[in-house]
């Protein structure tokens, strides 16, 4: 069985909007019977990479990537460059983003923007995924945009105890600090750069992606900077994050109102979808399995079905502006 079919089986897209709608495998199964073929199809395909050992374990790693992103260095933001830089207020301390033009990128335009958060530093497994925390270390918004067309900024989790301030490589950090240097810095790349501030799409992976509502819907002055939201590998309700306020998530969650999000993760989404629709919270809401076992974000720079939905869906995000 070739790699494009393994793929094709297992990737499955749902969207729901609200309690009674199929938003779980049971609940489409129930309300579609003829969803039952292709299920059992990527069952049947999920058992055999995963459930035993008669084919070997797919692994993302192994998957070429078409894309590079670009290294962060130092100097003055310029088309086609990624540069590290600090936004005004935290000057003489250790927190740092990244800020990415993209090569059709001019003054005179407006783009949407991709803010992204990263997972946490200290991670490797044994499929060889790494994860070291930092912000030079993000790739999922160069990889939706294929490096045109949005303005690309990583943002750091900031940690101000013990001193100095500094970028945050394990969890929220402070998550006050992390969210006033997220509005300051939002807000200044889009005068300053032009970014449009009805088209700013909040991305992360794993981290990160619990970040989409930990810290984009924290509370009702950042939760409305976002037209919508991607999240990669975990999300609230599905995965318990150290946090005092962790168990608030579906008030959080509220605060997404119509905007869509996008979440996917390795092999099988049904845990988020459960857990969201134990809510009773309507939504926009989008699941994509990745059929690898991967705990990576890697795939946004490969040719894989997986990167084609997601650009689709974004795409759909930033032309459907609220």
């Known amino acids: 069985m070739g790699y494009d079919r393994v793929v094709g089986c297992v990737q499955r897209r749902r ?50 990537a078409d894309l590079v992103v ?7 933001p310029a088309p086609g460059l990624r540069v590290r830089a600090t936004t005004a207020g935290w000057e003489g301390t250790g927190v740092h ?38 912000v030079e ?47 300051a810095t939002v807000r200044d790349v889009g005068r ?10 909040l991305v992360g992976f794993s981290r990160g992606a619990i970040a989409c509502t930990y810290l984009g819907l924290h509370d009702d002055e950042i939760a409305q900077l976002w037209c919508g939201f991607l999240a990669h590998s975990h999300f609230e309700g599905e995965f318990k994050h150290p946090a005092p306020d962790q168990a608030a998530w ?16 390795e092999v099988s989404t049904a845990k988020t979808a459960a857990a969201i629709a134990a809510t009773s919270i309507a939504g926009d809401f989008t699941f994509v399995d990745f059929p690898f076992p991967n705990h990576s974000a890697r795939w946004a720079l490969c040719d894989v079905p997986l990167r084609q939905t997601a650009r689709a869906w974004l795409q759909r995000v930033v032309r459907e502006k609220p």
């Open 15 to 64: 969207r729901y909007r609200g309690p009674d709608a199929p938003g779980l495998v049971n609940a489409t199964l129930h309300h579609h019977p003829s969803d039952m073929h292709r299920f059992s199809i990527a069952a049947i395909v999920l058992l055999g990479l995963w459930g035993g050992h008669a084919l070997a374990q797919p692994n993302l790693n192994n998957v070429p």
């Open 70 to 76: 670009p290294v962060a260095g130092s100097g003055a």
């Open 97 to 134: 983003h990244t800020l990415y033009l993209p090569p059709d990128w001019r003054p005179e335009i407006s783009l949407p923007v991709i803010v992204e958060y990263v997972g946490n530093g200290g991670y490797a497994n044994r499929l060889g995924d790494l994860s070291d925390g930092s």
């Open 137 to 183: 270390g993000g790739v999922l918004g160069y990889g939706l945009s294929a490096g045109r067309g949005f303005l690309w900024l990583v943002l750091p989790f900031v940690e101000r105890d013990p001193a100095p301030t500094r970028n945050a490589v394990k969890w929220w950090g402070d998550i006050e600090e992390t969210k006033r240097y997220c509005l």
């Open 192 to 201: 300053r750069f032009g970014g449009d501030p009805r088209r700013v799409v």
């Open 250 to 265: 579906p008030e959080r969650l509220r605060r997404l109102g119509p905007r869509p999000l996008f979440v996917s993760q």
